[in-house]
């Protein structure tokens, strides 16, 4: 199982990204997903997570700015963020739960890098 982050790039303040999660391979259930981000120096932070019921939670630095969303139909999950600001600087991680039959699993996609310009 793996999962393949894409959308990240260079952006100026004030500008919008949307970042994109595929989880590809043979899975019986996906849960709960998320964003997380780390910035240089820093240590990993969560930044959204949705629920499979579709229940969302943002980190209060994001909030109002970003909207998570998933397609469960396509076993992904997007992370819409607008008006960008230089502190979003970071490497953007989705992280997934799923099931395989009865046993339960986490994963980490590669990354992908914002950078937000002012």
């Known amino acids: 199982v793996q999962l393949q982050a894409s959308g990240g790039g260079l952006v100026q303040a004030g500008g919008s990204l949307r970042l994109s999660c595929a989880v590809s391979?043979?899975?019986?259930?996906?849960?709960?997903m998320a964003w997380h981000r780390q910035a240089p120096g820093k240590q990993r932070e969560l930044v959204a997570t949705?629920?499979?019921?579709?229940?969302?939670n943002y980190a209060d630095s994001v909030e109002g700015r970003s909207t998570i969303s998933r397609d469960n139909a396509k076993n992904s999950v997007l992370l819409q963020m607008n008006n960008l600001k230089p502190e979003d600087t970071a490497v953007y991680y989705c992280?997934?739960?799923?099931?395989?039959?009865?046993?339960?699993?986490?994963?980490w996609g590669q990354g992908t890098q914002v950078t937000v310009s002012s």
């Open positions: 949705i629920t499979s019921g579709g229940y969302t």
């Open positions: 992280y997934a739960q799923y099931y395989i039959s009865t046993y339960y699993y986490t994963n």
């Open positions: 391979g043979s899975i019986s259930r996906l849960d709960t």
